[in-house]
T-cell receptor
Framework: GQNIDQPTEMTATEGAIVQINCTYQTSGFNGLFWYQQHAGEAPTFLSYNVLDGLEEKGRFSSFLSRSKGYSYLLLKELQMKDSASYLCAVLDSNYQLIWGAGTKLIIKP | TAGITQAPTSQILAAGRSMTLRCTQDMRHNAMYWYRQDLGLGLRLIHYSNTAGTTGKGEVPDGYSVSRANTDDFPLTLASAVPSQTSVYFC??????????????????FGAGSRLTVL
């Protein structure tokens, strides 16, 4: 079966750095997405990786290793507004998105 | 502001009753999707439509039906609601169905969600 694993919850301090990991086992691979979802709101797109390596976008970076079935989202200079759930999703060989359950990130002052 | 509008925002429904969740987008996106989100689980695809006039079944289609009469509207109907259909429902759309577009990313735009409770 297809599976996406992420930690359920993480806690970090304002101003610090946090890395949210995602491992996947899917039928084929056509890209990996990270979405941010604030409580009670809709998910919004953060990043997309299809090739190995690091993609940087401001305070957020996303890394992919296809051979290891692994990705991480790195958040720097954490702000209170970064408190949210972070969803990892993989586009499989049928171009269907397979979603992880999400990681709830709690930022403490 | 362009985007996706879902209605209702929340609804309490008696088991056995029917219900239609409405979804309208103004971005002229080709593909539209219905997901349900339950605590501890990832988003699960119910039904999708790659273009107006076509629909397909997702991971959890039982008990739900959809139609896509035009580009903008993609309603989701529960014919006879059951308590296990209590969930938050998200409608989403994307410019290209499935695969990546020229920029390399098939990004989904989501509606604000509809919270449905079936008693």
């Amino acid at each position: 079966g297809q599976n996406i694993d992420q930690p359920t919850e993480m806690t970090a301090t304002e101003g610090a750095i946090v890395q949210i990991n995602c491992t996947y086992q899917t039928s084929g691979f056509n890209g990996l997405f990270w979405y941010q979802q604030h409580a009670g709101e809709a998910p919004t797109f953060l990043s997309y990786n299809v090739l190995d390596g690091l993609e940087e976008k401001g305070r957020f970076s996303s890394f992919l290793s296809r051979s290891k079935g692994y990705s991480y989202l790195l958040l720097k200079e954490l702000q209170m507004k970064d408190s949210a759930s972070y969803l990892c999703a993989v586009l499989d060989s049928n171009y269907q998105l397979i979603w992880g359950a999400g990681t709830k990130l709690i930022i403490k002052p | 502001t362009a985007g996706i509008t879902q209605a209702p925002t929340s609804q309490i429904l008696a088991a056995g009753r029917s219900m239609t969740l409405r979804c309208t987008q103004d971005m002229r996106h080709n593909a539209m999707y219905w997901y349900r989100q339950d605590l501890g689980l990832g988003l699960r695809l119910i039904h999708y439509s790659n273009t107006a006039g076509t629909t397909g079944k997702g991971e959890v289609p039982d008990g739900y039906s959809v139609s896509r009469a035009n580009t903008d509207d993609f309603p989701l109907t529960l014919a006879s609601a059951v308590p296990s259909q209590t969930s938050v429902y998200f409608c989403a759309s994307s410019d290209s169905p499935g695969g990546t577009d020229g920029s390399g990313a098939n990004v989904l735009t989501f509606g604000a969600g509809s919270r449905l409770t079936v008693l």
